[in-house]
């Protein structure tokens, strides 16, 4: 079983800078796709980046530029890294494993979440 574990969010001011971290425990032999998505208060979960197995990184609009998603293989971690934060990006920030499983099948692994604040 695969479980993804985040860690690293807190409270920043805006323009500052911080990294969030994912950790998925078990072993992973397929293709598969982790992604960074955040919901703010009564708003719908939105997708932040992802990265797949080749580390082919996919960014939403909003954070072009601002946001690099990393992985590093041997350890499992994926990395988030926000700068030029703003108040809007405060929300609680997911790691999300899409792992394949057959064709045109994914099984889906979420994490807890992580509380991004960004004070203005």
């Known amino acids: 079983q695969v479980q993804p574990v985040e860690s690293g969010g807190g409270l920043v001011q805006a323009g500052g800078s911080l990294r969030v971290s994912c950790l998925a425990s078990?072993?992973?032999?397929?293709?598969?796709?982790f992604g960074w998505y955040r919901q703010a208060p009564g708003k719908q979960r939105e997708l932040v980046a992802t990265?797949?197995?080749?580390?082919?990184?996919n960014y939403a609009d909003s954070v072009k530029g601002r946001f690099t998603i990393s992985r590093d293989n041997a350890n499992n971690t994926v990395y988030l890294q926000m700068s030029s934060l703003k108040p809007e990006d405060t929300a609680v920030y997911y790691c999300?494993?899409?792992?394949?499983?057959?064709?045109?099948?994914?099984?889906?692994?979420w994490g807890q979440g992580t509380q991004v604040t960004v004070s203005s």
């Open positions: 078990g072993r992973i032999f397929s293709f598969h796709v």
């Open positions: 990265i797949n197995s080749i580390g082919t990184p």
């Open positions: 999300n494993l899409k792992i394949r499983s057959g064709v045109g099948k994914f099984d889906d692994y």
